[in-house]
C-alpha cells in the first residue's frame, strides 16, 4: 500500500494519488529562495576562541554539512539535550522523528513506491495477457505514464491492488527486497538503494549517538519501507511509522500467515502524523525532520512541547546535484511550512548551500539482497 501525501484513499508512498498528474507534467520549477531563517539555533561561534591545534580537533560528526548556521544548530542542539543543564533531556525521551519521501530518500522525478509499483506491473504482466488491452495496465505497458494516471485515483487503485494485495505480508518483503536489489533510479542511474542523503545519514547517526532513538514516519507504506529501513538507514522495522493496509490472519497449510488485503486502516500523512506518532510511538519527539507541507503538522506538533526542540525542513534547492523543487511542484510541495519555518525559526537546510555532497558514495553492497 502507499499513500498520498495529501489524499484520502491512502495508498502509501507520500503523494501518490495527487500523483495522477503530476509524475506526468512538465518537471518541477526550481525552487524558491526563502528568507534567511531565524532558527531556534546554536549561539554564534566565539570569535576570540582560541585556535585549536589540528591534532586535537574533534572528529567532525557532520562531514558533509558545509561549516555554517544550520550545521551548527544541529549540533548545537544536541550538546544541550544531552549535557546537564537547563535543557538536558533524559534519554528515553530522546525522540526524533524523520520523513521518508524528499527527507531520507529522494522522491523526484516519482516516488520510488510508485516506481515499484510500475515495475511490479511490466513484471507480472506476462500472467495477465488481459492487461493488454485493459487501462490502467495497458498505458503502463506502453510506458505511456500520463495515460496510466490520468483518471486519478481510479486509475492508481486497480495498479495498486495487482501489487500490493493477495499475498503474505512475508511474501510481500521478499518482492520488496528483490526489487531494490536490482532497480536504479531514471535520472541518478544509481540504485535506489544508493538515492539516500549522505548528510541526513550522519544526522541519524549523530543522534543515535548521543542516546536519541530515530523513527521514521512517513505517509508511506510501512510494509515497502520496513523491509529496506534498516540497511539504508540503521532504522529497524518496528521504529518505522507509516501508512497501514487491511491484514488477514489465515492458516496455510497448517501454518499462520498474514494476508494482504485491498483496504486501507490509517493514512499516517498531514494530520495523520501526530496521530501515528501517539500510537505508535507514545511520546512527543524533541526532534523532527521533513521537506514538504505533509511534514508540517509534524513539526508543529514536535514544536508544541516543552523545553529545547529541533525542527528542520529540507529544501531541495539544488537543480545541478538533485532536483530543485518547493512551492510550485506537485511532488513533495513546500509552501505553507516553508513559510512557518521562516515565521516560527525552524531550521531550513538548503541541499544546495548547506550540504557538500547529496548522495553517498556507491558500495557495492548498497543494494537490499533479497531474502
Known amino acids: 500500500m502507499f499513500v498520498s501525501k495529501h489524499c484520502t484513499l ?16 512538465a518537471p518541477p520549477l526550481e525552487a524558491t529562495r526563502p528568507e534567511p531563517p531565524t532558527p531556534l ?47 538536558f533531556v533524559a534519554v528515553p525521551e530522546r525522540i526524533a522523528t524523520f520523513d521518508n519521501d524528499g527527507t531520507l530518500w529522494t522522491e523526484q522525478p516519482m516516488y520510488i513506491q510508485l516506481a515499484f509499483t510500475l515495475d511490479r506491473v511490466r513484471e507480472l504482466a506476462p500472467q ?38 493477495g499475498m503474505t505480508t512475508t511474501e510481500f518483503e521478499q518482492v520488496v527486497k528483490a526489487w531494490f536489489a536490482t532497480a ?62 487491511k491484514l ?24 495523520g502524523k501526530p496521530v501515528g506518532i501517539q500510537r505508535h510511538i507514545g511520546r512527543r519527539p524533541i526532534a523532527a525532520f521533513g521537506n514538504s507541507d505533509g511534514d508540517q503538522q509534524m513539526l508543529e506538533w514536535t514544536a508544541a512541547g516543552s523545553g529545547a526542540r529541533l525542527m528542520l525542513l529540507v529544501h531541495h534547492t539544488d537543480a545541478e546535484r538533485e532536483v530543485a523543487y518547493d512551492r510550485k511542484s506537485s511532488i513533495g510541495k513546500l509552501d505553507a511550512a516553508l513559510d512557518e519555518a521562516n515565521t516560527k525559526g525552524w531550521l531550513v537546510a538548503s541541499m544546495k548551500d548547506d550540504w557538500l555532497t547529496i548522495f553517498p558514495a556507491p558500495h557495492p553492497s548498497a543494494s537490499v539482497p533479497p531474502r
Not at 491512502?10 to 507534467?25: E, I, K, Q, R
Not at 498474514?258 to 498531514?270: K, Q
Request: aromatic residues 6%.
Open 184 to 245: 536504479k533510479h531514471p535520472k541518478f542511474g544509481r540504485p535506489y538503494a544508493e538515492c539516500v542523503y549522505q548528510p541526513m545519514l550522519e544526522v541519524l547517526s549523530l543522534l543515535r549517538e548521543n542516546g536519541f532513538k530515530t523513527f521514521i514516519v512517513s505517509g508511506g507504506g510501512i510494509d515497502f519501507m520496513r523491509p529496506v529501513t534498516e540497511q539504508l538507514y540503521g532504522i529497524p522495522p518496528e521504529q518505522v511509522v507509516g501508512s497501514t493496509g
Open 248 to 271: 488477514k490472519f489465515e492458516l496455510r497449510d497448517g501454518k499462520p500467515v498474514l494476508v494482504r488485503e485491498a483496504g486501507i486502516d490509517f493514512v499516517n500523512d498531514v494530520e
Open 128 to 165: 495477465h495477457p488481459e492487461w493488454k488491452a485493459k487501462d490502467p495496465f495497458k498505458s503502463v505497458l506502453a510506458g505511456n505514464l500520463a495515460g496510466a494516471l490520468a483518471g486519478g485515483e481510479k486509475s492508481l487503485v486497480p495498479l495498486l491492488v495487482a501489487t500490493h494485495t
Open 10 to 25: 491512502g495508498l502509501g508512498c507520500g503523494g501518490l494519488l495527487l500523483l495522477a498528474t503530476a509524475c506526468a507534467s
Open 41 to 87: 539555533s546554536a549561539p554564534a561561534p566565539t570569535a576570540t576562541a582560541p585556535a585549536v591545534p589540528l591534532a586535537a580537533k574533534p572528529a567532525d560528526r557532520l562531514p558533509s554539512w558545509k561549516e555554517g548556521p544550520t550545521k551548527q544548530a544541529i549540533l548545537s542542539f544536541v550538546a544541550r539535550v544531552t549535557t546537564p543543564g537547563p535543557d
